[in-house]
């Protein structure tokens, strides 16, 4: 089992291929915006903690996963906004494409204790079917689920 835990803070970009069982430790308490990119092809588990203990901070982490056949995948997230925080502006999403087999367990938590700015979750998954890469190869895209996962893959938002 290999572990990784990161503190981040300023404007970021953090990429990781994974092929093991992986716990990936992200937090953040000062200003941070960007984005993690994995992609895994084992058993992954990712939880990742926005905390606002200050005033005017924020906090926007989107994490981006292509979930690998059969692979197993659990994305955490807990943005907590202590008592008595004034501006704080949070969101934490996921964005994954899963390939067949992939298991996604996704678990969205908000612990506010302060009116915030802005304090948000999203989620999505996305897997295409064999009819839509039928569909994409027959107008001429040739390897169109190997590009979509590589369009997927390099969009950096930030």
């Known amino acids: 089992m290999t572990h990784i835990k990161k503190n981040l803070s300023g404007e970021f970009l953090e990429r ?7 716990d990936i430790e992200i937090s ?5 915006v960007g984005t993690i990119i994995i992609k895994n092809h084992g058993k992954l588990n990712v939880n990742v903690a926005a ?5 005017n901070v924020k906090i926007h982490i989107m994490v981006k ?3 690998g ?3 197993e995948n659990g994305l955490a997230a807990t943005a907590t906004i202590a008592p008595g925080v004034q501006g704080a502006d949070s969101d934490i999403g996921f964005s994954v494409i899963a390939r067949p087999g992939a298991k996604i367990k ?4 908000q612990r506010i204790s302060s009116v915030p700015v802005a304090a948000g979750h999203s989620a999505s998954i996305y897997r295409p079917s064999p009819a839509q890469i039928i569909y ?3 107008a001429g895209l040739t390897d169109a689920d190997k590009l979509l996962e590589q369009a997927f893959l390099m969009d950096e938002v930030v």
Not at 28 to 32: C, F, G, K, N, V
Not at 106 to 109: G, L, S, V
């Open 69 to 71: 056949e059969n692979s």
């Open 65 to 67: 996963l292509l979930a």
């Open 16 to 22: 990781f291929h994974l092929a093991g069982d992986t």
């Open 28 to 32: 953040a308490d000062t200003d941070a």
């Open 106 to 109: 996704m678990q969205p938590d």
């Open 51 to 55: 905390n606002h203990v200050r005033d």
């Open 136 to 138: 994409l190869e027959s």
